[in-house]
């Protein structure tokens, strides 16, 4: 476990340890710093801020026991090398690097001042007659307390978080907090009670401030009177927590210059030049107005406004244009189906366009594309061509004929892919009619050799066809 608050321990020198030599210290010996709790028999007891063991009496934010908090009153803000407000910035050592923060009066309790981010300055702690008890001289302290004006003050400076100073306080002295500067300001925030006195607040007095200047010189501004707090004594201009908060006099404001505005030109800005060379123009926007109100105004005519009247034209960009491409139109798309190419004549000219120069006189980097791929529409698929029929191969009777049949794409050039489930026959049957004359003798009549089955063609009753009847006319003779 960890070292018990009311056990005697020592710290081993050289070494980071402790080691217990007593089970209790002395009765009445206090728990920690910083705390009205005490030991008894080697326990830590509660005892209240009116030093009674087990008391429940707790101190208000002033540190009064058992107050109201009104005795005090809470200053807090943030300095980033402006002033708060009505306050007047005291003399610094700004030879130094030393830049004054606030002023914490004397009797203040729950001091807490720190930077809002990391930085290369320090804070730094002085007295009224400019005696520093933390970071004076140009030399900074390291991080550790400090026994200053009755109280003690935690000077923490890390790289886990940024610098700060707190007190429990009450401080029985003025104290100043400074800064030393090594680099740009990040902001210092300050929080803490201050004491109120009867015999203090009397001391100061509000008052205003001279009307500010009127903040337009007509169509209607306003001025300001503020109020600061001021020393009665001296009636120098003091930080506003010295007078009281209660008594505060209201900022004034009235407005001045209502008149209206003379009418003026209201010019714009030029617009971009029309052209990067060879003669542009550029605009811009030339209205007379004349201003009524803070959020009032009115055009008027041209001639109200006083004479001669601001340009609304200019030319510009007078030097000529060096020599480019001038592209002109694209032709048609060709072939009329399918992958293609469009074309077009690319020509040097002369800057003003009056002239074709070389080609050579133009940068051959920028010239536009001479050509382009295009497609007008999907070109019909190859199909299946065929030929007339040519004659039937034999004079009389039945034989064949033959046409041409060919895959041509829509070209007219042969083709390779028109499907030969869809091709057309290129050869069919045909028959010739025979021409018989009465002077046929029967030895003409005869079978042909070759064929066998004219028994068959007479026994199946084909000898009515003509092809059969012409093979086997023997056999078919007289049937």
């Not at 003050?153 to 907090?177: C, I, K, M, W």
């Not at 499907?419 to 050869?427: C, S, V």
Request: glycine share 8%.
């Amino acid at each position: 476990g960890g070292v018990k608050s009311c056990s005697l321990n020592c710290l081993a020198e050289g070494f980071n340890f402790y080691t217990e030599r007593a089970a209790a210290v002395v009765d009445g010996t206090p728990c920690r710093q910083d705390s009205n709790d005490i030991c008894v028999n080697g326990e830590c007891k509660h005892v209240g801020c009116d030093r009674v063991l087990g008391s429940d009496l707790k101190e208000d934010k002033c540190r009064m026991c058992g107050g109201d908090g009104s005795t005090c009153e809470t200053i807090e803000g943030v300095f980033n090398q402006s002033l708060p407000e009505g306050g007047k910035e005291r003399p610094a050592h700004l030879g130094h690097g030393y830049k004054e923060v606030i002023w914490i009066p004397k009797g203040s309790v729950h001091i807490d001042i720190r930077e809002l981010n990391f930085s290369l300055n320090y804070l730094a702690l002085k007295g009224e007659n400019d005696e520093y008890f933390i970071n004076g001289k140009l030399s900074i302290d390291p991080p550790r307390r400090f026994d200053v004006a009755g109280t003690t003050f935690h000077y923490r400076r890390s790289q886990d978080e940024p610098e700060s100073l707190e007190a429990l306080g009450p401080t029985n002295a003025t104290l100043v907090v400074m800064v030393l500067m090594r680099e740009e300001l990040q902001g210092i925030q300050y929080k803490f009670n201050a004491p109120i006195t009867r015999g203090s607040l009397t001391q100061y007095s509000w008052h205003y401030t001279p009307w500010t200047k009127c903040s337009a010189i007509c169509a209607g501004g306003s001025q300001v009177q503020s109020v600061v707090c001021k020393k009665q004594a001296d009636s120098s201009t003091v930080f506003n927590h010295f007078c009281s908060p209660e008594s505060k006099l209201p900022e004034k404001q009235r407005p001045c210059n209502t008149e209206p505005c003379p009418p003026t030109w209201v010019i714009g800005n030029w617009s971009e030049c029309s052209r990067s060379c060879n003669e542009g123009v550029r605009t811009r926007s030339v209205v007379c107005r004349r201003k009524i109100a803070a959020a009032e105004e009115k055009i008027l005519d041209d001639g109200s406004c006083a004479q001669p009247q601001p340009k609304m034209h200019e030319p510009c960009n007078n030097q000529t244009c060096p020599p480019e491409w001038a592209a002109l139109d694209w032709s048609e798309c060709t072939p009329s189906c399918g992958p293609g190419f469009r074309h077009r004549i690319v020509l040097c000219k002369s800057g003003d366009h009056s002239a074709t120069l070389p080609t050579p006189r133009c940068l051959e980097n920028t010239k536009p594309p001479t050509s382009m791929r295009c497609t007008l529409r999907r070109c019909p698929p190859p199909r299946w061509v065929t030929g007339e029929w040519g004659e039937c191969s034999t004079p009389c009777g039945l034989g064949q004929q033959r046409r041409s049949v060919q895959c041509l794409a829509h070209t007219g050039q042969p083709a390779g892919d028109c499907g030969e489930n869809l091709k057309p026959a290129g050869m069919q049957q045909c028959e010739a009619r025979c021409k018989s004359g009465p002077t046929e003798s029967p030895e003409e009549c005869k079978d042909v050799n070759k064929v066998a089955y004219c028994p068959l063609v007479l026994k199946f009753k084909f000898c009515s066809r003509t092809y059969f009847r012409q093979m086997c006319c023997k056999t078919c003779q007289g049937h």
